[in-house]
């Protein structure tokens, strides 16, 4: 009875939120200067958005790579092919429709298909996988803060989005440790004891070129437009900007990380909006391209058998 009554509440949250990527997007694209930019940009630089693809597929790689450590550090090792194949298909669906915590969701749910007596272990390996990309993550931000912090002046709108960030995940965590205080803590516990097992502080070194061309994408497809800004710049502007949409607000974040970077690369350049807005979308572009590999790499039923058997 429970699953039945999940099902409406699932499709009524993802109505929500297509009707709030609709209506986000559709307010950004109906600006007059939104649309005639748009209209007059011109690929500038053609490889720009070869090597944004580029980066696309080696942030890929590098998410498998790191996963692939931690299930092996929580004794779930499986090859990494297929852990790679997984990964995608999991990106695919936090992508094109469930957003962030579905990657997890779908990760767990096809591993546990290959080892199906260790849901345990595969979910700590999923909080370690994150938990691995925090000093990485922690250390770039640092950075960008330090260096932006003297290139530009954060408007109001800036700081305030910052602010909201840091909140809205302060409050995510204080939420899941209240209502699911169990979980919570078995998961955590075991995810801890593992901190130490070989491989987790190679997952960590991982995170670091995983996150860098992950927000290359952006300064690629900048790139490719010649937005007047410099490229520590737009990567800074990428990082806030991704972050943001990375909350499940909409579907893979449309609308709300065109506005991101709108108010960010406008008040820190001067970047004209269309510029902005295309940057975005088309960084948007070639993550959906990845995700298209994702969906045809996602691992069939019938696979399962002889990956169970390799992986043992």
Not at 139 to 165: K, M
Not at 244 to 264: D, H, M, Q
Request: proline share 5%.
């Amino acid at each position: 009875m429970g699953g039945d009554n999940m099902k409406p509440r699932v499709v009524l949250t993802w109505l929500v939120r297509l009707a709030a990527t609709i209506g986000l997007l559709a307010w950004v694209l109906h600006r007059d200067d939104v649309r005639e930019g748009l209209h007059a940009a011109q690929v500038v630089a053609p490889w720009w958005i070869a090597a944004a693809v580029a980066a696309g597929g080696i942030a890929a790689i590098c998410a498998a790579w790191r996963w692939h450590l931690c299930l092996r550090a929580c004794d779930c090792a499986l090859p990494f092919g297929t852990v790679l194949r997984m990964s995608l298909a999991g990106s695919a669906a936090g992508l094109l429709s469930i957003g962030p915590l579905g990657v997890d969701a779908v990760r767990v749910a096809l591993a546990t298909r290959r080892l199906p007596n260790r849901a345990s272990a595969l979910l700590a390996s999923v909080a370690l996988d994150h938990v691995s990309a925090l000093p990485a993550f922690v250390a770039l931000t640092t950075v960008i803060i330090g260096v932006l912090g003297v290139r530009a002046t954060p408007n109001r709108e800036a700081l305030v989005t910052i602010a909201s960030i840091t909140l809205v995940c302060v409050i995510a965590a204080i939420g899941i440790r209240v209502f699911r205080r169990a979980w919570h803590d078995r998961l955590v516990s075991y995810a801890m004891s593992r901190l130490r097992a070989p491989g987790t502080s190679r997952a960590a070194l991982v995170s670091v070129p995983m996150l860098v061309a992950h927000y290359g994408i952006f300064v690629c497809t900048a790139q490719a437009f010649a937005v007047p800004a410099p490229a520590f710049g737009l990567f800074g502007a990428s990082v806030i900007a991704d972050s943001i949409a990375s909350l499940p607000i909409t579907i893979a974040g449309i609308g709300v990380r065109e506005k991101a970077f709108e108010v960010l690369l406008g008040s820190w350049y001067a970047v004209p909006t269309a510029l902005a807005v295309l940057t975005s979308l088309s960084g948007l572009l070639v993550l959906a391209l990845w995700a298209v590999v994702g969906v045809l790499a996602f691992p069939v039923r019938g696979h399962a058998a002889p990956l169970e058997t390799a992986a043992g």
